[in-house]
T-cell receptor
C-alpha cells in the first residue's frame, strides 16, 4: 500500500522568501513521487517528478524537490516565492511496477504569498 | 507535456438525471485513465482506474452502478453519473497515463452541480 502525508494544510510566506512544502511517503515498492500544483477550479499541473534517477529533481517555475529514502521524504522547495506561486500543492505517489499503478495524493497544502 | 481534454468544464443538471463527462488524451495513447472526485478545499479522492478495453476497478466505497466508467478506446474515457443527486455535486477530474510515461496528465476538471 502507498500513501503520502503532507505536513501543514496551509503555508504562508512573504514574497521573496523560501518556500518549503513537506511531504513524507509510505510505499511497499520503489516509488515514483510527484508534486502537482492546482489553481482554483482547474486541473492539476505537474511541477516535477522523481523516477528513481537523480535524487534532486528540478521542476518548472523554479521549484525543486529532493528524494531522501532514509527519511521517506520528498519536500518541495523554491528559493524565492513569487505572488503567482499562490495555489494548492499536492504530493503524490505511485508504484513504478507498471503504468497501471494508482496515483495516490496527499491532502494538499495551500500556499499563500504575503506581499 | 501531453494534453488531456475534459468536457464539459461545468454542468448543472436536475436531480434524477444522468450526466456524462468525457476525458480525451489528445496527443498520446492513454492505456490507463483515472477518475477523481474533489470536494471543496480537499484532496483528490481516487474513484476508479480504467484500462482500455477492460472493466474499471473501483475504489472501496465508490458505487460502480452509480458512477459508470467506460474506456472504450486509447484516447477516450467517460464517466456517467447516473440518477444524480445533490450530494453528487463535486469537482470531477480525470487523468490519463500512457504505457511508457511515469506521470499522469490531468484534465481541467468538471464542476457538477445537481439541483
Amino acid at each position: 500500500a502507498q500513501s503520502v502525508t503532507q505536513l501543514g494544510s496551509h503555508v504562508s510566506v512573504s514574497e521573496g522568501a523560501l518556500v518549503l512544502l513537506r511531504c513524507n511517503y509510505s510505499s511497499s515498492v520503489p516509488p515514483y513521487l510527484f508534486w502537482y500544483v492546482q489553481y482554483p477550479n482547474q486541473g492539476l499541473q505537474l511541477l516535477l517528478k522523481y523516477t528513481s534517477a537523480a535524487t534532486l529533481v528540478k521542476g518548472i517555475n523554479g521549484f525543486e524537490a529532493e528524494f531522501k529514502k532514509s527519511e521517506t521524504s520528498f519536500h518541495l522547495t523554491k528559493p524565492s516565492a513569487h505572488m503567482s506561486d499562490a495555489a494548492e500543492y499536492f504530493c503524490a505517489v505511485s508504484g513504478l511496477d507498471s503504468s497501471a499503478s494508482k496515483i495516490i495524493f496527499g491532502s494538499g497544502t495551500r500556499l499563500s504569498i504575503r506581499p | 507535456g501531453a494534453v488531456v481534454s475534459q468536457h464539459p468544464s461545468w454542468v448543472i443538471c436536475k436531480s434524477g438525471t444522468s450526466v456524462k463527462i468525457e476525458c480525451r488524451s489528445l496527443d498520446f495513447q492513454a492505456t490507463t485513465m483515472f477518475w477523481y472526485r474533489q470536494f471543496p478545499k480537499q484532496s483528490l479522492m481516487l474513484m476508479a482506474t480504467s484500462n482500455e478495453g477492460s472493466k474499471a476497478t473501483y475504489e472501496q466505497g465508490v458505487e460502480k452502478d452509480k458512477f459508470l466508467i467506460n474506456h472504450a478506446s486509447l484516447t477516450l474515457s467517460t464517466l456517467t453519473v447516473t440518477s444524480a443527486h445533490p450530494e453528487d455535486s463535486s469537482f470531477y477530474i480525470c487523468s490519463a497515463r500512457g504505457q511508457v510515461t511515469s506521470e499522469a496528465f490531468f484534465g481541467q476538471g468538471t464542476r457538477l452541480t445537481v439541483v
